[in-house]
């Protein structure tokens, strides 16, 4: 196969393996400029611990194992109930469990599915903890509140609850949050446009640039996807589209220094570069909200996870800049300039 064969078929199996998974059950958390927060419990009640996942995303009871708790759907019906031992049961004849399944509610309820309707439990969890939409908690608009400025309180709510048969409000409110400073942005997109003289110089250069990049995607994207519980659905591209890119960068620098290789091998070592730096940039494309949003849904500090989002950006597109330079030349191009 050709080089610029081989290049194309890689860029296309690349682009497959970035496409988002649409989760089944549930509507990943995403950055927001609205943070909700637990106002407590009316009246207070023990062994029972609420809190708010990504922002104002999801809301999670933990329940101690010798508590019964029931939630309180939005029409009246039985939603969710938390029984002794850990496990926790969802209704699947409630309408609250379809709407949950998108933050904006934008889903069709099913026939079958109604507050008269007898319930129809199905397990969700085993440990006495489970994480979900509830539209009750935040704010149900793409577009900001009209007339509002940051710092408003956006949306006030209670889902009710029954703990052990008495009756419980849970109160939520949600602020809108001040934009973040963009100096991590600025100083990422800085640090990644300094690697462009040298990617243009020397193909090894942009192989170590996207392989430090990628590394420090990765480990991002993992404690991103490890920040949220497991049955809100983390988006798998977090971590797995900049591993990629730094495996193929990896593996193209195996063997020794590139631009001293044989033509042919030279060229292919900087298509898989490309492949890893349009990697980077569908991951950045991706995570573009990051760098813009006062509220991101990871344990990370927030300036560090917009520095390196900012510096892969740059970083994937100096080193696409480069290495499209190289493979564009004719053969016989000498590999430095």
Same mark, same amino acid.
């Given at each position: 196969?050709?080089?610029?064969?081989?290049?194309?078929?890689?860029?296309?199996?690349?682009?497959?393996?970035?496409?988002?998974?649409?989760?089944?059950?549930?509507?990943?958390?995403?950055?927001?400029?609205?943070?909700?927060?637990?106002?407590?419990?009316?009246?207070?009640?023990?062994?029972?611990?609420?809190?708010?996942?990504?922002?104002?995303?999801?809301?999670?009871?933990?329940?101690?194992?010798?508590?019964?708790?029931?939630?309180?759907?939005?029409?009246?019906?039985?939603?969710?109930?938390?029984?002794?031992?850990?496990?926790?049961?969802?209704?699947?004849?409630?309408?609250?469990?379809?709407?949950?399944?998108?933050?904006?509610?934008?889903?069709?309820?099913?026939?079958?599915?109604?507050?008269?309707?007898?319930?129809?439990?199905?397990?969700?969890?085993?440990?006495?903890?489970?994480?979900?939409?509830?539209?009750?908690?935040?704010?149900?608009?793409?577009?900001?509140?009209?007339?509002?400025?940051?710092?408003?309180?956006?949306?006030?709510?209670?889902?009710?609850?029954?703990?052990?048969?008495?009756?419980?409000?849970?109160?939520?409110?949600?602020?809108?949050?001040?934009?973040?400073?963009?100096?991590?942005?600025?100083?990422?997109?800085?640090?990644?446009?300094?690697?462009?003289?040298?990617?243009? @110089?020397?193909?090894?250069?942009? #192989? +170590? %640039?996207? $392989? !430090?990049?990628?590394?420090? =995607? /990765?480990?991002?994207? *993992?404690? &991103?996807?490890?920040?949220?519980?497991?049955?809100?659905?983390?988006?798998?591209?977090?971590?797995?589209?900049?591993?990629?890119?730094?495996?193929?960068?990896?593996?193209?620098?195996?063997?020794?220094?590139?631009?001293?290789?044989?033509?042919?091998?030279?060229?292919?070592?900087?298509?898989?570069?490309?492949?890893?730096?349009?990697?980077?940039?569908?991951?950045?494309?991706?995570?573009?909200?990051?760098?813009?949003?006062?509220?991101?849904?990871?344990?990370?500090?927030?300036?560090?996870? @917009?520095?390196?989002?900012?510096? #892969? +950006? %740059?970083? $994937? !597109?100096?080193?696409?800049? =480069? /290495?499209?330079?190289? *493979?564009? &030349?004719?053969?016989?191009?000498?590999?430095?300039?």
């Amino acid at each position: 196969m050709s080089v610029p064969r081989w290049t194309a078929a890689g860029l296309l199996v690349a682009a497959l393996l970035v496409v988002p998974a649409t989760p089944a059950l549930a509507d990943p958390a995403g950055p927001s400029d609205y943070r909700s927060s637990v106002i407590g419990l009316d009246p207070p009640v023990a062994g029972v611990e609420a809190s708010i996942i990504g922002g104002d995303s999801f809301v999670r009871l933990v329940v101690d194992p010798a508590t019964t708790v029931e939630v309180t759907g939005y029409r009246g019906e039985p939603y969710l109930r938390f029984l002794p031992g850990g496990v926790v049961e969802e209704n699947q004849r409630a309408p609250s469990t379809y709407l949950n399944q998108d933050r904006y509610a934008a889903v069709e309820v099913p026939a079958t599915a109604s507050a008269d309707a007898t319930p129809e439990w199905r397990q969700v969890a085993d440990d006495g903890s489970y994480a979900w939409h509830d539209h009750r908690v935040h704010w149900m608009n793409r577009q900001p509140p009209p007339g509002g400025s940051p710092g408003d309180v956006v949306a006030e709510g209670v889902i009710p609850l029954q703990v052990d048969g008495v009756a419980v409000d849970l109160g939520i409110r949600s602020v809108w949050v001040a934009p973040p400073s963009r100096i991590p942005v600025v100083i990422g997109l800085l640090l990644g446009a300094l690697a462009l003289p040298f990617m243009w @110089r020397r193909i090894g250069w942009a #192989a +170590l %640039a996207v $392989a !430090v990049a990628g590394a420090a =995607a /990765l480990v991002v994207g *993992l404690v &991103a996807a490890r920040s949220v519980p497991a049955e809100t659905a983390p988006a798998w591209w977090l971590w797995l589209v900049p591993g990629l890119s730094l495996l193929l960068a990896a593996v193209a620098r195996i063997g020794g220094r590139i631009d001293r290789r044989p033509e042919r091998s030279r060229r292919m070592a900087a298509s898989l570069i490309l492949i890893g730096a349009l990697e980077l940039a569908m991951w950045t494309w991706l995570r573009r909200l990051w760098m813009w949003r006062a509220v991101l849904p990871t344990d990370a500090p927030f300036w560090i996870d @917009r520095l390196v989002t900012a510096a #892969a +950006l %740059a970083i $994937a !597109v100096t080193a696409t800049m =480069a /290495l499209v330079r190289v *493979l564009a &030349a004719p053969p016989g191009t000498p590999a430095t300039r």
